[in-house]
Every structure is written in C-alpha cells, then in structure tokens.
C-alpha cells in the first residue's frame, strides 16, 4: 500500500497542485502506512461445526457471501431459506435497453477492492467502471440561475464561509487539512484494522465520538468536511449528519475512502482510490456464486417461527396451509433483526434490548425513462431535497448509460451528454424518506419533481421499489457499545446474528462482518 502511496504521489506534480496543497497531498498520502489496531479485542465465538446442518436465513449478499465462505472452509451442510423468489436482496438490476440498471446496490470504492472486487472477479462477474463525481443540482428548478454545481464548486463554495475566502487555492488548501486532521484523529483513535468494524473503543474515545456525526465534526473543527459527506453520506442513504450517530459516519468514511474523496475532489483519483459501478451489475454476482456453487437456496420460504432448543433450532415454515417443522444445527440470521424479534418463540432480554432500537429509513429506486430533461452530468444530487429532509424528496439520479459512454469522465463527454437531452434517457432515481410512502405518492412526487422544475417530457416511471434501508441505532445507543455488545452474544442458542442490522448498510459492510465471524469462530468443531 505504501508503494502505490508514493506512486499517486508522483502523479501529483506540482504542475496541478502548488505549495500548500501538494504538501497536503504528501501528507495525506503517507497516512496510508499501517498502524497497529487499537481497542478491546473481539472474543472468540461458539460457531457451527464443520458436519453440521447449518441454515441461513436471507439470500441476499449477507447470506449467499456466508454460504459460499462456509463451503470453502469445508462446510457441506448448508441450506439458504429466502422468502422471495430471487437472490441478491438489495442487489436488484433489471436488463432494460441492453444493460443492466440498478434498483438497490450500486457503487464500490477503494475499500471493495479488498472484498467485493475480487469475489467478483472470481465469479465472473467483476468487470468494474470508474465514474465521475456527482454534480449537484442547487435547487430544484432549471429556470434558477447559476443551479449547476461541478462537485468541486459545491464542496468549495460550501468551505469558503469557514475561511472567508473566495480563493479556490485557499478553500481547497483548508479542505485538505481537514481531511488530513480526519483521517490521522480517525487513525489515533481506531488504529488500522481489518475489515469494517473497529475494535471495541476503550472510555475515552466512546465519549469522544458521542452524538451525532454533525456533533463530532463540530467538536473537532472538521466542519469543512460537510459538504464532502452530503455526497458520501446523505446521498447514498446513510443518515443526515446532524441525525446519524458519529460511529456510523466514522465506520462507513473510514481512512481509505476518505482519502478516495479527496483525491477524487482534486481529480486525481487513480485505482483503486475511486469509485466504480459493476458493468452487469451486483445482482449478477450473488446468482453466480449459487449457480457455480450448487446452493441450496429454498425460494418463497415463509417462516411461521424459530425456537432454539437445547442444541438444535426448530423452525416452523408455512407448506400451503400448513406448517412444516424443519431443524437446523445451527442458524445465521441475515435479514433485519426486527423480523428476528417477530419471528423468535423464546427472545432473551438481552436480544430485545439490543435489537428493539434499530430503526430503518425508507430508500426508493426507480427506472425512468424521459425526455428533454435539463442535464447535469449522468450522475447528478439535488441538494435541496437533501438540506430541507423533503420527505419523499428525489435526492439522486444516475446514468448508467452514460457512465458506459466511452469519454464521460472529460468536460468534452460531460457537455455532449448534457447537451444530446432530446434523446430518450433511462435513469435510476432515487427517494428517500423517514416514513414509508405508498408508491402511488412516490411517483407523483417524482413526476412533478421532473416535469415542473426540469422541463421532463415523456416521462415512464417502469418500476419503483421500496427497501428499509440502514437500521441503525440512535446516537445514544450506539454510544453504549451496541456493536460490541451484539458480538459478544454471536454463538449462543447456536446463533449468529450477521447482515446489515449489525453491522452497516453495504455491500462490503456485511462481508467484511461475516469474515469476522468466521475469524472468530472456535475453530475446535473443523
């Protein structure tokens, strides 16, 4: 890692930063030497036996990444209930004009490369693209004047109020430092550690990260990173960031990816320090890796009821009309720990107390096809949905189609996209809101969105989906070592709780957390 470190150093000629700014590179840069991890260790866990019959609840990237790693290490057991009739869970794509649109999961960065990139790979299915920034729309109607934002005149125009400065070399020298001081405070308290979840922070550094994301950033004069983790937080649907808890923003906008981000902010982001779609997409994975590894995947499971008995779980699935009793050796819950709560005959106080607080928002993706819209790039943000919490708001829209074409990443490819507007344009649109929204008002809120404030005409919305999105806990939760405290009940009742619930709403989140289950797992039964 240090010597790509100095490699993108020595792309970074003076030629496009001076003074100040290059030193601020340098020093970023070198923080990509290792450190030793820090904080409390994570025990060593009860875990299925190697002949066991293991069942795994949920066929999205959590269970098919759980599956597939359990039959590498010899596992031969293993049986996948899911209740829909698909895998992927938010891994969603639908083929529609000849490639593949999202409809859930969507992005990689840096970090992936580590997980979810050479999975791919190794499945055939890890063709990558890099794509541009996403520019940013400054209101909601085309008629404003000066509404499009290039990233870098949103983020700069956001810090020049800290520094009273309208010189762009100061803004973006400040910018820098920051980013810096994020990344060494982020070290000094975390260490570097392996996968996505830190080790258990001792005292000292729970109170330092207390409150919200907003709160710490305030605390520790890093506020010229806010408009850098309205991108990367609030516009992929990770809380706003006088909501969410610090914990959540620090796990997700850790070293590596805030490095990618000021990088990219300078557009000098090389491999792997940027941001990528899959070209068929996610979904393709997850069936690759069923396919290939002969899984057993029951499709259209209802389950009525678990019970753990003694050494063995009992669960209860609906057969038609009636209900089927099957038993498992031991279980792996992936979806939402809320549906566990439901489902479970004999929840421990400890599992209530732990899970009864995580709360979901309500992410919607949608494919849509228009007309003669107003363009700002094929990746675009409207911030204004963003800053006012308009429930239900469009906050995004990407362009896969355009981040296909061949010079999208040039200003030249940037203005002939947004200039050809009159052809036919299939975005996937993004929603979100607190509560859940029936489609019908959904749709209505996008269709008014498009044709009143962008000029949209012809506009088809072809599908919408609706998914609880990030269950999380509340600031105060998490500051009482709620991820922590899960670990340490992972095994008992022959049981690991795992999937986005526990740990954080990605792709590389639940794979890294269920390498560190199988890290952990008491090794003495294989």
């Known amino acids: 890692m240090l010597m790509f470190a100095l490699f993108l150093l020595h792309l970074l000629q003076p030629a496009q930063c001076q003074g100040s700014t290059e030193q601020a590179i340098k020093t970023l840069l070198s923080l990509l030497q290792p450190t030793e991890a820090r904080g409390g260790p994570f025990p060593t866990i009860p875990g299925p036996g190697q002949y066991e019959q293991v069942c795994i609840v949920g066929a999205g990237p959590a269970g098919i990444h759980m599956a597939q790693s359990l039959k590498k290490i010899g596992f031969t057991n293993i049986t996948i209930y899911e209740k829909t009739n698909r895998v992927g869970g938010k891994s ?12 859930g999961t969507i992005f990689a960065e840096a970090n992936y490369f580590d997980n979810l990139i050479p999975l791919a790979q190794e499945y055939g299915a890890g063709d990558y693209v890099k794509i541009p920034t996403a520019n940013v729309w400054r209101t909601n109607s085309a008629q404003d004047e000066n509404i499009k934002l290039r990233t870098s005149q949103f983020i700069l125009g956001r810090v020049a109020p800290l520094t009273n400065s309208t010189n762009p070399k100061a803004n973006l020298g400040f910018l820098l430092k920051t980013a810096i001081h994020y990344v060494k405070l982020h070290k000094q308290m975390f260490g570097d550690y392996e996968g996505d979840l830190m080790l258990r922070p001792d005292e000292d550094v729970m109170f330092r990260i207390r409150g919200t994301f907003m709160e710490y950033l305030t605390r520790e004069k890093m506020l010229a990173l806010v408009p850098v983790f309205k991108l990367s937080n609030e516009l992929q649907g990770y809380g706003h960031l006088d909501e969410v808890s610090a914990l959540y923003g620090l796990i997700w906008n850790n070293p590596k990816l805030m490095i990618t981000l000021a990088l990219r902010a300078l557009k000098q982001d090389k491999e792997p320090f940027s941001v990528y779609v899959l070209r068929d997409g996610f979904e393709k994975l997850w069936k690759n890796i069923v396919q290939k590894e002969n899984l057993d995947v029951r499709f259209n499971t209802d389950i009525y009821s678990i019970t753990r008995l003694k050494n063995r779980v009992a669960l209860k699935i609906w057969k038609g009309s009636f209900l089927k009793n099957e038993q498992c050796d031991f279980m792996i819950w992936t979806p939402s720990m809320a549906n566990l709560l ?38 675009s943000a409207f911030m204004h949905n963003l800053d006012m919490k308009v429930e239900g708001g469009v906050t995004g829209e990407v362009n896969m189609m ?27 649109v993004l929603q979100l809101g607190k509560e859940f929204q029936d489609e019908k008002t959904l749709n209505q809120i996008l269709q008014d969105h498009y044709t009143k404030g962008f000029n949209a005409t012809d506009l088809e919305i072809l599908n919408t989906i609706t998914w609880p999105y990030f269950p999380r806990w509340s600031p105060e939760e998490t500051g009482q070592a709620r991820h922590w405290q899960v670990f340490n009940m992972q095994g008992k009742q022959k049981v690991w709780y795992a999937g986005s619930s526990v740990s954080f709403e990605s792709v590389r989140g639940v794979m890294e957390y269920n390498n560190l289950l199988l890290r952990k797992m008491n090794k003495i039964n294989y």
Do not use: C, W
């Not at 421990?348 to 849509?368: D, I, M, Q, S």
């Not at 355009?402 to 975005?427: C, R, V, W």
């Open 92 to 103: 969603y794509d639908i083929k529609y004009r000849g490639i593949e649109h999202p409809q």
């Open 402 to 428: 355009g981040f296909l074409t061949t010079d999208i990443g040039t200003p030249e490819g940037i203005a002939e996209y947004n200039a050809n507007n009159s052809e036919l344009k299939t975005s996937y």
């Open 342 to 379: 439901r489902t479970l005959t004999d929840t421990r106080h400890e599992e209530y107390n732990l899970f009864k607080g995580l709360k979901p928002e309500f992410f919607t993706a949608n494919l849509v096809d228009m007309r003669n819209s107003v363009r700002n790039g094929p990746y």
